[in-house]
DNA sequence: CTGAAAGCGCTAACAC
DNA sequence: GTGTTAGCGCTTTCAG
C-alpha cells in the first residue's frame, strides 16, 4: 500500500492539505458538506495521519517514556497496566526502557529518550538516580517518580509510604513484647528496604531500643533461598519481614526445611503484594499496595503537567493496607 | 534550555547544517578538524539530535511496536527483557501496546500503531488475530510472532512447540499406563490451550483413545482454585497439566485441602516455566520454556526483516526442555 | 469557511 | 570536503 498523505487527501477531496488538516483535528470551522467529502477521502485512500510529522510541527509527540528497572515485571506488571489504562484514555503512546544493573547504560538510555522528544518520562526506580533526574530536568519535560517521595518545578511523585507502613507494623509488634524483628535485603530494591530499615528503626527507637536485625544475602549466595536455608539453621526470629514475595516465599520455604514452624515460631511479612502472596501455603500477609493505582495516578498527573493544569499536589501519598494472612498471628 | 537545533550547531561551529548532519550520522567524508570542531560545539550546546525530524526526513522511526495481552507481565517479563536487549543493541525504540479483554479496543490500537508509523511490530498473544493481522498486514512493515507458529511475505514467528511437548509428555503417561490425565483451562491462553488439547490429543489417539478430561473453570467462579477446590472433592485425575504458574498452584493447593497427596495420588506438571514454579512446596515440574530467547530472536528476525536481510527461516522453532520437579513421580 | 505559504528539524542528492 | 536546496507530512498563521 502506497503512502497516502494527508496531500493526497486534499486532492481527492478537492480542498486544500490545510481543510483536511482541520477536519482531522476536529477544527469546527469546516463547513458540514467539505467535511464529509472530506472524510470520504479519508476513507477511501486509508488515509492515517502520520504522527511523525504532527510530531514535528506540533513539538510534541504524545508520547512518555516509562523507565523501569529490568526484569521486574512481575511486581512492576501492574503499575504498567495502570499507566496504560489511562495513557490509553488521553492517547499517549508508551515507550519502555528498561535499566539493568550496568549503571554504565543508564546515560545511553537517558540520551536515547532525550532524542526520541517524548512528551514526559515517568520513571519507577529503586535508586533514586539523583544524577541522571538532575540530566533529564534540564530537558524542559516533566517528570513523574513513582515509588520515591520527591518532587520539584517539574518533577511530580506518587508513592505508597513504606516507611510509615514499616513503623506501624513493627510498633505494633514490638507493644505485644515482640523485639526479635528481622528484615531480609533485597538487593534489586535497595531504596525500598532503606527506607524498610527506616520504619523499623524509628519504631525501635520509640521504645528505647536499636534495630539491628538486617538479614544481608552475601554476594556469593546465588539466591536468597540458599542463604536463608543455611541461616535458619542457626537463627530464628519473631517476625521476618520481607520486601517482595519470592524473597518471602525464600524465607518460609527456607524456615520450613529447619522445622520452624510459621506463624507459631516465626511470623513472616512480605511487603510488596502480589497475587502469589496467597498461593503459596501458608498465606504470606502482606500489605496490599495499590500498584496498578499508582501507574494510573502516575500517568494522570503527568497529563496534567503537560497540559499545564495546576497540579496540586506534586507528592501524591497512596494508602496501603495491612492483609494478615496465615504466615502471622 | 532552549531547543538546540542542527542550525544552532552550525551556527555555532561555522558549518552547514549538511556538515553537522554528517558528523553526527558518523559520514567519513568529513575532514578530522572540522568534525572536532562540530563535536565541540555539540558538547558546548548540548545538542541532541531530534529523532522525531529524522524520523521524518529518513521514514523510519526506528522504534517497533509491542502488543501484548494486558496483564500478563508475569509471564511475559522475561520476553520482553529479552526483546529490549537485543532492541538495544541495535538502538530500536519500542513502544507498549496491551490489549484488553475487549475486543472493541483492538482497532484503536492497531490504528494507533499504525499512525506512529513504527518500523515494525512485534505480537505476543493467545489468540490469532487473523483480522487484525490482515489490517496490519496492509501497513509494509514486518511483523514478528512470538508464540504462534505462522508466515506470509512479512509475517516471521518465533514460537516453541507446545504441541510437540505435549504429546511427548502424555505419550510417556500413556506408556505407563496412565491414563487419566486432565488439561485445565486457561482462558487468558486460548490458543495455548488449545495446542496443549491436540497434543495430547495425538498421543491418546495414537493409543486408540480418546482424550477428554478438559477441566473447564464455569465462568461463575473468579478464580480456578475456587471452582478446583470443588471440583476435586469429587475428582482426582493420575495427572493433572495446567498452562500458567498460577493455574498448577491453584491446582495443587485445591488437591492439598482435598488430601490428595501429590504427587503420589495424582502428578502435577505446569507448562510455562516461571520462577514461582520451584519456589511453592512441593516444587512443580514444568517446561522450561527460553521466554528470553523467545523474545531476545523475535527482536533479531525484526531487525534482519528490516535490513531487508535475507530471512532464512520466517519460522523459529525454539526448543523446550522438561524439568521434572516434586509435582512428578 | 477555505487556501497559500512558512516552518517544525533533519537527510540526501546535487553542486561547487 | 563542504554548502545549497529540496523534500519528509503536517500545523498554523495570515489572507481572502
Redesign the pocket.
Known amino acids: 500500500m502506497k503512502?497516502v498523505?494527508?496531500?493526497d487527501v486534499a486532492n481527492e477531496a478537492?480542498?486544500?492539505?490545510?481543510?483536511v488538516?482541520?477536519v482531522?483535528?476536529g477544527l469546527e470551522?469546516?463547513?458540514e458538506d467539505?467535511r464529509i467529502r472530506v472524510n470520504q477521502a479519508i476513507e477511501k485512500l486509508g488515509y492515517k495521519?502520520?504522527a511523525i510529522?504532527?510530531g514535528?510541527?506540533?513539538?510534541k509527540t504524545t508520547s512518555i517514556a516509562l523507565l523501569i528497572p529490568e526484569a521486574s515485571f512481575s511486581y512492576t506488571g501492574q503499575i504498567i497496566n495502570g499507566l496504560l489504562d489511562v495513557a490509553k484514555i488521553y492517547k499517549y503512546n508508551i515507550t519502555l526502557h528498561t535499566t539493568s544493573e550496568a549503571i554504565m547504560q543508564i546515560g545511553d538510555i537517558i540520551e536515547n529518550i532525550i532524542k526520541s522528544r517524548v512528551d514526559g518520562v515517568i520513571i519507577y526506580n529503586d535508586k533514586l538516580m539523583v544524577d541522571e533526574l538532575t540530566a533529564l530536568t534540564k530537558y524542559q519535560f516533566p517528570i513523574v517518580l513513582v515509588g520515591n517521595q520527591m518532587s520539584s518545578a517539574n518533577i511530580a511523585s506518587v508513592y505508597v509510604n513504606l516507611q510509615k507502613a514499616m513503623y506501624e507494623l513493627v510498633s505494633s509488634y514490638l507493644e505485644q513484647g515482640k523485639t526479635d524483628i528481622a528484615i531480609v535485603q533485597d538487593r534489586k530494591n535497595k531504596y525500598m528496604v532503606e527506607q524498610l530499615i527506616l520504619g523499623a528503626s524509628q519504631a525501635f527507637e520509640k521504645k528505647g531500643l536499636v534495630f539491628k536485625n538486617f538479614i544481608e544475602i552475601p554476594r556469593e549466595y546465588r539466591s536468597s533461598y540458599t542463604y536463608l536455608k543455611e541461616y535458619f539453621k542457626t537463627h530464628k526470629h519473631e517476625l521476618v519481614i520481607a520486601h517482595r514475595d519470592s524473597q518471602a516465599m525464600a524465607v518460609i520455604n527456607a524456615a520450613a526445611e529447619n522445622d520452624i514452624k510459621i506463624p507459631n515460631e516465626m511470623e513472616v511479612v512480605c511487603v510488596m503484594d502480589t497475587k502469589y502472596n496467597s498461593m503459596i501455603r501458608p498465606q504470606i500477609s502482606s500489605f496490599a499496595i495499590p500498584s496498578y493505582d499508582l501507574g494510573a495516578v502516575a500517568m494522570r498527573v503527568m497529563t496534567k503537567m503537560l497540559n499545564q493544569n495546576p497540579v496540586e499536589e506534586r507528592e501524591i501519598e497512596l494508602s496501603y493496607l495491612f492483609t494478615p494472612r496465615q504466615s502471622t498471628k
Chains 1, 2 share one sequence.
Do not use: D, E, F, G
Open positions: 503512502r498523505t494527508i496531500y478537492n480542498v486544500s492539505l490545510a481543510t488538516s482541520r482531522i483535528n470551522i469546516v463547513r467539505t495521519p502520520n510529522a504532527q514535528l510541527a506540533l513539538q
